[in-house]
């Protein structure tokens, strides 16, 4: 026999301890060292964007949550709101808004007056311009809807001008009112002087929950009312639409149809319809829910038939993934004792997927709900002034819904709506914080161990 340590020093290999590290392995543990450094450094980056996409949000969206007011009495003179003096609401409805606007700045003026507030420069009509031009509509209404307040003394808590709740917030200031035709530096110092009075105060905007949209001049007075609404619409036919349909689906393709090369089709085209950009969606409901089968544009329903269009394949691939992973075990038992296919499915099968299958559905309608692009193509971006009506009939009446509105206000002018868009960005986020929350409170209230 030939002895291998007597062979040639070519073959030879060093003895090394399996205490020493080789350099190989030094290079190998380096390498995993920097892939952990590399891994830690992009979850840094990536929260480091969350932080700073939220913290510029919040900044710039919180203080829409308080909104400027005019707190003064106002006298509602019967000579011009009810010139016959018979209280009769057919007849005060024809008195405008320029009537009431005039009366509203008649008080201002008077309360300024009477408590010695004066500011060089500034005339009549720039102190009737403090005020909402939305203000007048309000007390318009108020009064139609109470004629007998007429002639009496109210305490009016009334929106401030757009430009006032800007200075108020920091947003306005007087470098940019020198160069701003709505407002003057002198405006501003008169305002500060009504602050100090208590005249100009800044409360929760609750009305910021409550109002519709409004026009380009009256940025104080817009809301997320009909958007709300609009979005509760949409999303209550979604879920009805969606959840049994895509349930009923998944539990008949994993459970009981036959695997041939139909079904072997649907499934792939259920995994491509996943993967269709969202905006496809909105040409297809526009070319055959709106230009084929006549439905009204910008309805809450066409949105919902869109909506579930584009929800329906998430929730049929989440649900099927979770029939998917129960257990074999589980239905050769229930089968072995003798309960029927039906049986085995919908009293053990089903029981175990519960807590995956409503978290797939809650998560894809939480993803439906801030879809934006589809529902621009049915003409949900409309203005929408008015609420739609109480269900049934209210899903075929004009609405908007949340980031359709957040798109609207970001698309304006003024810095105002952008605080609005940035709101609106802040509720949403609330919902979606919410639907996910609620997700996973189901999953653990439903979760089985087996």
């Known amino acids: 026999m030939t002895d291998i340590s007597a062979a040639g020093p070519g073959i030879r290999r060093p003895k090394q301890s399996i205490l020493t590290a080789s350099d190989n392995m030094k290079r190998r543990n380096a390498a995993e060292v920097r892939f952990k450094a590399y891994g830690l450094l992009a979850i840094t980056v990536s929260l480091t964007m969350l932080a700073i996409m939220l913290f510029t949000i919040f900044r710039d969206g919180v203080s829409s949550f308080h909104q400027a007011t005019l707190n003064f ?149 817009a809301g997320l009312g009909v958007a709300l609404l609009g979005s509760a619409y949409m999303m209550l036919m979604v879920l009805v639409m969606c959840v049994p349909v895509g349930v009923a689906a998944s539990i008949y393709l994993e459970e009981f149809a036959p695997k041939n090369r139909w079904t072997d089709a649907i499934e792939v085209n259920i995994s491509n319809l996943a993967a269709v950009p969202s905006i496809v969606f909105g040409i297809l409901g526009l070319a055959i829910f709106i230009n084929f089968a006549g439905m009204p544009q910008s309805s809450s329903v066409v949105g919902a038939l869109v909506i579930s269009l584009m929800t329906l394949p998430t929730i049929i691939i989440a649900t099927r993934a979770s029939i998917r992973a129960v257990p074999p075990s589980i239905r050769d038992a229930a089968l072995g004792v003798g309960a029927s296919k039906m049986q085995t499915v919908f009293h053990h099968v089903l029981p175990l997927a519960m807590p995956g299958i409503l978290t797939g559905t809650i998560l894809g309608l939480a993803s439906a709900l801030g879809e934006t692009a589809p529902l621009l193509l049915i003409g949900m971006v409309a203005f929408v002034d008015n609420y739609p009506s109480a269900p049934p009939e209210g899903f075929l009446d004009p609405a908007t819904a949340l980031p359709v509105q957040v798109y609207s206000w970001a698309s304006r002018a003024d810095p105002a709506f952008i605080e609005r868009s940035n709101g609106a960005i802040i509720v949403l986020l609330v919902f979606l914080v919410v639907m996910n929350v609620a997700a996973i409170l189901l999953r653990r209230r439903f979760e089985r161990r087996w």
């Open 73 to 221: 009495p106002v006298e509602l003179t019967a000579e011009t709101l009810d010139p016959k003096g018979n209280r009769s609401r057919e007849e005060m409805v024809k008195v405008t808004t320029v009537g009431y606007q005039k009366v509203l700045s008649q008080a201002l003026l008077a309360e300024l007056q009477a408590r010695g507030i004066t500011q060089e420069g500034v005339t009549d009509k720039q102190i009737a311009d403090l005020i909402s031009k939305d203000a007048a509509g309000a007390l318009r209404a108020r009064i139609l809807a109470n004629p007998d307040l007429v002639g009496t003394t109210i305490d009016a808590n009334i929106l401030a001008a757009g430009r006032v709740d800007g200075f108020l917030k920091g947003r306005v200031t007087y470098g940019t009112a020198e160069r701003d035709n709505q407002i003057s530096p002198d405006q501003l110092r008169l305002v500060e002087q009504l602050r100090d009075a208590g005249i100009v105060q800044s409360s929760f905007n609750w009305t910021f929950f409550t109002n519709p949209d409004a026009s380009d001049q009256r940025p104080e007075a």
